[in-house]
């Protein structure tokens, strides 16, 4: 009897180490849900391979990424936290954490997180300062979002975005002939905010 119990407990263990993932699993797990659009699973997911491996800084980007999909800046932020104490040179960090200090309303932190992007990563440079410039209108920074707005179309001239805010600020600043030609480039690349502010400031 005792060797039946005993065999049945090596069977039972047996079958739970064979359906429990590896951490590797569970990540390809993870990546496949947040491709997939669940965001949730894929947090669920993250969180068991960081069990496993407290230092899986890929992982702690990776669900960092996704909290920010199901609108959670605060964790995110947590997250991205964790991923600088580990690589403190990380541009992509510091700009996707500037993006989530933006969202929340602090456009303070959000420049000075974004004056790292810019610092660190040549690849976050162009959305880099068309944030900052968003923020450093959102401060009433009028001259300085002018010339971040310059250099992020300087380094990609398709950015809408950057010719819509650059267009609102020469609109402040009385450049209106300038400002109409910013807006109409921000209406043919699909920004459509940009036709409003034509019709109402734009001959």
């Known amino acids: 009897m005792k060797k039946i119990l005993y065999l049945a407990v090596v069977m039972l263990v047996v079958i739970a180490a064979c359906k429990s993932k590896t951490s ?21 997911d993250y969180n068991e391979v960081i069990e496993m491996d407290t230092s899986n800084v890929q992982a702690i980007y ?43 309303g602090d456009f303070t ?10 610092q660190y990563s040549t690849k976050a440079q162009p959305k880099g300062y068309e944030l900052r410039g968003f923020c450093k209108l959102q401060t009433g920074d009028l001259a300085g ?31 209106i002939p300038e400002a109409c030609t910013d807006l109409a480039q921000a209406l043919a690349l699909g920004k459509k905010e940009a036709d409003d502010l034509i019709k109402k400031n734009c001959k």
């Open 109 to 118: 932190g959000a420049i000075l997180e974004l004056d790292k992007a810019i």
């Open 62 to 104: 990776h669900r960092a990424n996704a909290k920010t999909c199901v609108s959670d800046f605060n964790g995110a932020l947590e997250d991205y936290g964790k991923v600088l104490k580990w690589h403190p040179q990380d541009g992509n960090a510091y700009f996707c954490r500037g993006n989530c200090k933006k969202i929340l």
């Open 145 to 175: 979002s002018l010339i971040d707005f310059d250099k992020a179309i300087e380094l990609n001239p398709k950015l809408p975005d950057a010719y819509l805010y650059r267009g609102t600020v020469k609109l402040k600043t009385g450049l």
């Open 24 to 44: 590797k699993e569970l990540f390809e797990s993870a990546e496949a849900k947040f491709k997939a659009g669940d965001y949730s699973g894929a947090i669920a």
